[in-house]
Nanobody, 125 residues
Framework: QVQLVESGGGLVQVGGSLRLSCAAS????????MGWFRQAPGKEREFVAT????????YYADSVKGRFTISRDNAKNTVYLQMDILKPEDTAVYYC??????????????????WGQGTRVTVSS
């Protein structure tokens, strides 16, 4: 199995930036597609961004396109989410997830088998 631990969340003002990290441990020898999702209070968990194993393919939700950047460092078993120009509607718990059976991108929650515990991001206006 693969264990995922997110970090980097916190409180930031509108227009500010944060960088989230997701460190993987355990069976990290596989080639996993990775994704970031978020869940705001009272709402369903939603897709944010995804990246392929090689890093050559990325895909973003329309709501974050142009403001967020997903990247990965396979040597460090870590995936990042750089979040810029943050808005109050970005407030949520952010989760990273791994596709244990595919190296490709996906925007669908059900395509991910391993999830982290989440890190909270609060954007104040």
């Amino acid at each position: 199995q693969v264990q995922l631990v997110e970090s980097g969340g916190g409180l930031v003002q509108v227009g500010g930036s944060l960088r989230l990290s997701c460190a993987a441990s355990g069976r990290t020898s596989g080639t996993y597609g990775m994704g970031w999702f978020r869940q705001a209070p009272g709402k369903e968990r939603e897709f944010v961004a995804t990246i392929s194993w090689s890093g050559d393919m990325t895909y973003y939700a329309d709501s974050v396109k142009g403001r967020f950047t997903i990247s990965r460092d396979n040597a460090k078993n870590t995936v990042y989410l750089q979040m810029d120009i943050l808005k109050p509607e970005d407030t949520a718990v952010y989760y990273c997830a791994a596709r244990l059976w595919s190296s490709k991108t996906s925007a669908f929650l059900t395509d991910y088998q391993s999830w982290g515990q989440g890190t909270r991001v609060t954007v104040s206006s």
